[in-house]
């Protein structure tokens, strides 16, 4: 068996990103009428943005065969944190990367809150990913909870220092380009309470500054994206902020016209920063 060429494989911050994270929805079937709309749809007028896709593991090969060509990029939900062995159920980053797919996401916090996953685990998972050769988007962000009694920063630098150090600033110093991070207020997940653009700015700042101080380049360069019911209607209100990159989209990414209209509605907008 020969293995699927992947086609894309880095992310900047220079134009949007927008993210589908399709989570435990959509089948074989949709799967490739989806990828049939969004090609179609690329094909007559190309992509202003940078677009990924995150299906549901068995569904990595099907989304990344019919996709060759067009310029998404295809990933994981998941991988294990150890490159192989007897973890029954689970998939590792090397086997995603067989698939065609090049990224995975870590630490989504439905996983962090289903699977227990800790900051450690996230963290050990996105060297995984980074070391097999996949991009790792590292998800991370506050409870209501945590929100309210005035703990957000306290939780990100907790967040974002385990991966820092689980990682290594030397190994994301030289992977630029193969890493970013996704802002998800839990709170906002699903809920239809997106943030508000200076809510989501405030933690991307906060973000981007801690990067700053930890690595030795490339903390402007490194996508943050925002994700909690981010829609068609507050996407472009929510970019035009300047410590946001692009989105990573649950809900509205599962029917192509919706995220098409998310695409178009942020991909022209140059960034500021
Ligand atoms: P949502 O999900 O857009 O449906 O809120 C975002 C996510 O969980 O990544």
């Not at 507050?234 to 990414?253: K, P």
Request: hydrophobic share 40%; glycine share 10%.
């Amino acid at each position: 068996m020969t293995t699927p060429t992947p086609h894309r494989t880095t992310m900047h911050n220079r134009s949007a990103i927008l993210a589908g994270n399709w989570k435990m929805n959509l089948g074989r079937a949709d799967v490739r009428a989806f990828a049939a709309d969004l090609s179609r749809a690329l094909a007559a007028e190309p992509s202003p943005a940078q677009v990924a896709l995150f299906p549901a593991h068995p569904f990595l090969c099907t989304l990344s065969d019919a996709l060759r060509g067009v310029p998404v990029i295809v990933g994981a939900q998941d991988v294990h944190a150890e490159p192989e062995g007897a973890h029954t159920g689970d998939v590792s980053a090397s086997q995603v990367l067989s698939t065609g797919a090049t990224w995975t996401l870590c630490g989504h916090s439905e996983r962090r809150a289903d699977h227990a996953e800790t900051d450690d685990l996230v963290a050990r998972k996105a060297r995984a990913a980074l070391e097999a050769g996949l991009g790792a988007m590292v998800c991370l962000g506050e409870t209501l909870h945590e929100r309210e009694s005035g703990a957000t920063e306290a939780v990100l630098e907790r967040q974002l220092s385990a991966l820092l150090d689980g990682v290594g600033v030397d190994r994301l110093d030289t992977a630029v380009g193969r890493w970013a991070v996704a802002y998800e207020p839990v709170w906002a997940i699903g809920t239809g309470r997106t943030a508000t653009p200076q809510i989501a700015q405030d933690a991307h700042r906060f973000l981007r500054a801690r990067l700053a101080d930890r690595l030795d380049r490339g903390a402007g360069a490194i996508p943050l994206l925002y994700g909690g019911s981010a829609k068609p209607e507050n996407c472009a209100e929510l970019f035009a902020e300047t410590d946001v990159d692009g989105f990573l989209i649950g809900g509205a990414s599962l029917d192509p016209a919706t995220f098409l209209d998310m695409i178009r509605r942020c991909g022209g907008a140059p960034k500021k920063a």
